[in-house]
């Protein structure tokens, strides 16, 4: 069955360094989201994107935050500056129509130091 | 804004027994949908189960079965039979059919499964 990857699994970094989530959606898929879980809280979203561009993006989701979707098969998601607050649990999801399921990758551990 | 609320942190259960995870919700909307995902420890959400809210019948998947209340907000996950695998953590989820389709989550409930 096909599935939703991340890469990479853990990634470390130092605040305000650049980093950037790498997902790979479900290849038939048209709609891509990405969430995010600080340890403890709920999984809030942060944006979604449909025909190469933002379709929404919540109040988490500045200037800080970019998406892009380099090469019709990657997902990816840009923290320009990273701070301690960053440090999170974060999920793509990849949906074949806007009302259908959503598919989970298995996120990335984004620890700021 | 719509709301999602999982008020049971952790549950246990014993094997082959039945456990009923709660959720409510909060809502303006008549039509949206509602999810149930399982987490795993160490892997990705997957979907158990789905249903639409203009839909009166329960959605059941096997041993999983829901009971959707839509004037109460309330969409509990009824998992019958429990076995040593589905010890995991439970999320609810609701989906607005008006807008972009991201989804709100509840806060999650872990769910032990006690041999």
Redesign the interface.
């Known amino acids: 069955e096909p ?2 990857t991340q890469t990479p699994s853990h990634q470390v970094t130092q605040m305000g360094q650049e980093v950037i989530l790498r997902c790979v959606p479900i290849s038939n898929h048209l ?1 891509f ?1 990405w ?1 995010r879980q600080i340890l403890g ?5 942060l944006v ?1 994107f ?1 025909n190469n561009e933002i ?2 993006k919540s109040e988490i989701f500045d200037d800080q935050f970019s998406v892009e979707r380099p090469d019709g098969s990657n997902f990816t998601l840009k923290i320009r500056s990273t701070k301690l607050e960053d440090s999170a649990m974060y ?1 793509c ?1 990849s ?1 074949e129509a ?2 259908t ?7 990335t551990r984004l620890t700021v130091l | 804004a719509q709301t999602v609320t999982q008020s049971q942190p952790e549950m246990s259960v014993q094997e082959a027994e039945t456990v009923t995870l709660s959720c409510t919700y909060d809502t303006s909307e008549s039509d949206y949908y509602l999810f149930w995902y399982k987490q795993p420890p160490s892997r990705q959400m997957i979907l158990v189960i789905r249903q639409e809210a203009y839909k009166q019948q329960n959605a059941t998947e096997n041993r999983f079965s829901v009971n959707f209340q839509k004037a109460a907000k309330s969409f509990s996950l009824k998992i019958s039979d429990s076995q040593l695998g589905d010890a995991a953590m439970y999320f609810c989820a609701y989906m607005s059919i008006t807008g972009t389709y991201k989804y709100i989550f509840g806060t999650g409930t872990r769910l032990k499964v006690l041999a």
């Not at chain 1, 809280?41 to 979203?45: D, I, L, N, T």
């Not at chain 1, 399921?101 to 996120?107: A, K």
């Open positions: 599935e939703v709609y989201y969430y809280q709920k999984v809030e979203f979604s449909y379709s929404e999920f999801a949906s806007g009302f399921t959503q598919y989970f990758g298995p996120g």
